[in-house]
Structures are given as C-alpha cells and as structure tokens.
C-alpha cells in the first residue's frame, strides 16, 4: 500500500536536510507522485535529528490530502470543483527544504503551545509570572518562533484515511510550564472533509490554545487572491484588537461594521474600508465570538469560489474564529507549490480557537489546563 511506502521511505532513505540523490541513483528509482503533484521523496528527510515524511490520505471519493510531520503541516487537499475536476485548495511548499527555511509562513502549520497573541509574552497562572518569546511587535505570536509548526512530530498513519501525530512538549519549552502531551489526528473522511481532532494532558498547570494554520484559495486558479471569494461567519461579535493587533478586553457587536459577516460577502468588499480594526490588521485579521457555542452540526463559517463551485464549511467546539486575509503575504510573492508564486492575499485562513491573549483577560474563557485534565478540541473543513 503506497501509503505506508511514503512514510516507510523516511525511516530507510534518510537524508540530510538539503541533500542531493545522484543521477544514477534518481535513474534507477521510479517515483509515484501523490495526485496533487507531489514527490514524497522530497520530503524525505532529518530535522533536528527526527526523519520527516509526506503522509497521503485517500477517502472512498478519491480525495486526498498530505501531511508532513514537520510542524504537522497540512501540505494539499484535493478535492472536486463543480466539474469534479480535482483541485488543490491549500497553499504550501513541495519540499522539506522550503518549509524549514521559511517556518514563519506557516503554510498549514499545527499551532501551539499558544495560538495567536500573548501581550507582551507574559502571563501569570496561579500567582507565578511566564515570560515567553516576544516575536511579534513584542507580543508572543503562535508559541514563539520555534512553536509547534516548526518541530518535527512523531507520526503513525492509522490507516488510509488517518494520520496521528504526537508530541511532547517539554516543561519551560518557550517559556511554558509543564510537559504537555499533545495528540493530533488528522483523517480525510468520506464526505470529503479533513477532520482535525486535538488532545492534550499536562503534569503541571498550563495554558493550551492549539489550531491549524491551514492557508485556503479554493478558486483552482493557483497564484490568483481571495478577494473575490464568499465568505460568511456565524458570529454577532468579535474580538476587537488595539494597534498591535493584542485584545481591548471587550467584545463588539459586528453590526453595522465591515466586520458583519452573517451573510455571504465578498472577501474584498470591504477588507480596505475606513475602519480602525480593518487599519490595525492591515485587513481582516481579527478573532469573531461564534454563535454555534462548540455546536459541531452548526457551521461556524462558511466560503465559496464562484470560479471552481468549491465551497468550504468550518465546523468547531471552539468558541472564537480568527479570520485572517493573508494582508502580509509577500507583496512581491512567494513560490509555493509546482513554482506557482503567491501573491498578497493569495489565501485565507480560518483557524478555530480561543480568543487571543485570553490568559491576560479574565473574562475571557478559560485556556488553563490543569493535571488530570484533558485538552480537546476539533476542528472540520468540510469541502462541497
């Protein structure tokens, strides 16, 4: 089964991360590509002493999507436009190469320990101060620079539909207290939906905030924006932010703003509107309050590409939905995939979480894990 030949390959083939296979070596080996165009031998690799892979899931529809275990990254997902025509809806790299040197793209990045802003990369918990990396206008961003979405991660494909990724973050890794281990599994399910369920325990109290970074065009025109994307959010409040993007501490009501989103719009509508929030985030780059209150048979928000018919539901447990535009995407591109240069607001992310900086803000809720406590969350993008 090719599925366990592509992760079998990193334990027997191992390289070092920029290696070279000879021309006679490259002669005599055949390589299958994965649908979306992928070479899993590209992904063959050593990071920090761990070998890395490409891990291919297939449903009964012939969907696929690829995950490599460095940083637990979603790498493409293929499913079917309105012709049925297979189409990448994910932006990424088709090398290990390009993904450990640029980690802060974080094109389909698992994200933690903390996802999105800790103000000034501190927090207390139980009368005793945490001082984390500040990589991010002197806030701490995504865990610090060397969060999940740069580590390499165990991996065990469970069958041809589900990979199962764990790690084990170490008390004081970036600052955090406690040995936190995290399971992360992501299956490809038959309704064509990449279902991501988290779980994580702890030996001491800490605070847990873990999303997926996934970047989404969904218009099967690779290197075009979102712009002309739909898109509805399911919220009648959002978190406002100050001008480093870090919370006030109150919610706002969405109405009357570019921020109402509780029917279809187009991205690019209103992204560049007179607005303090549109201005602070350079676009849409904001948390909103869903109204589904961890209800996974209610989307939290919804897109759709009028070009390809694709539409994408997001479904979640969690309480908030960072809506993030790709406003700092390169303005001068960034070559992904098969060469295909991405340019500003290529792509868009929805990653499902708590509010930022909620250790901060007590009437925030609560991100505080303790022992004997188990973490969980899910996330489901479900593609129609």
């Not at 847990?208 to 959010?233: A, K, Q, R, W």
């Not at 209150?293 to 447990?317: C, F, Q």
Request: aromatic fraction near 8%.
């Amino acid at each position: 089964m090719k599925h366990w030949i592509y992760a079998a390959m990193a334990l027997s083939v191992m390289c070092a991360c920029g290696g070279k296979t000879s021309k006679a070596d490259s002669q005599e080996e055949t390589v299958t590509k994965t649908l979306s165009g992928l070479d899993p031998t590209a992904f063959v690799s050593e990071v920090d002493g761990k070998p890395t892979a490409l891990y291919v899931l297939k449903n009964n529809k012939g969907a696929e999507a690829c995950v490599t275990n460095w940083g637990g990254r979603l790498v493409s997902v293929m499913v079917p436009d309105r012709e049925g025509k297979m189409t990448d809806v994910v932006l990424g790299y088709d090398n290990i190469q390009q993904y450990v040197q640029f980690p802060d793209n974080n094109y389909g990045g698992l994200i933690g320990r903390y996802g999105n802003r800790i103000a000034n990369g501190k927090f207390s918990l139980d009368g005793k101060e945490y001082q984390l990396p500040q990589n991010n206008n002197g806030h701490c961003l995504h865990g610090g620079p060397k969060g999940y979405h740069a580590v390499v991660w165990d991996a065990k494909q469970l069958n041809d539909q589900s990979v199962e990724l764990t790690y084990l973050s170490a008390d004081g890794e970036a600052g955090f207290p406690g040995n936190l281990n995290v399971k992360v599994t992501y299956t490809l399910t038959d309704e064509n939906a990449v279902d991501i369920q988290y779980e994580a325990t702890t030996d001491q109290p800490t605070i847990v905030n873990l999303t997926n970074h996934s970047y989404f065009n969904l218009s099967g025109e690779p290197g075009s924006t979102i712009m002309d994307h739909e898109i509805l959010i399911n919220a009648d409040t959002y978190v406002p932010v100050d001008e480093t993007l870090i919370p006030t501490g109150k919610l706002a009501p969405v109405e009357g703003t570019p921020m109402d989103l509780r029917q279809m719009v187009r991205v690019g509508d209103h992204i560049d509107d007179d607005f303090d929030q549109l201005r602070y985030g350079g676009g849409y780059d904001h948390n909103w309050v869903l109204n589904t209150k961890g209800d996974l048979n209610t989307p939290a928000a919804r897109v759709t590409s009028e070009k390809s018919g694709i539409t994408m539901e997001v479904y979640t447990t969690e309480p908030g939905l960072q809506f993030y535009a790709g406003n700092s995407m390169s303005e001068a591109g960034d070559k992904g995939k098969l060469g295909v240069v991405y340019p500003r607001r290529g792509a868009l992310c929805l990653e499902t979480q708590h509010y930022p900086d909620s250790p901060n803000q007590a009437s925030f809720p609560s991100v505080v894990l303790r022992p004997g406590e188990t973490y969980h969350s899910r996330c489901v993008y479900l593609f129609k």
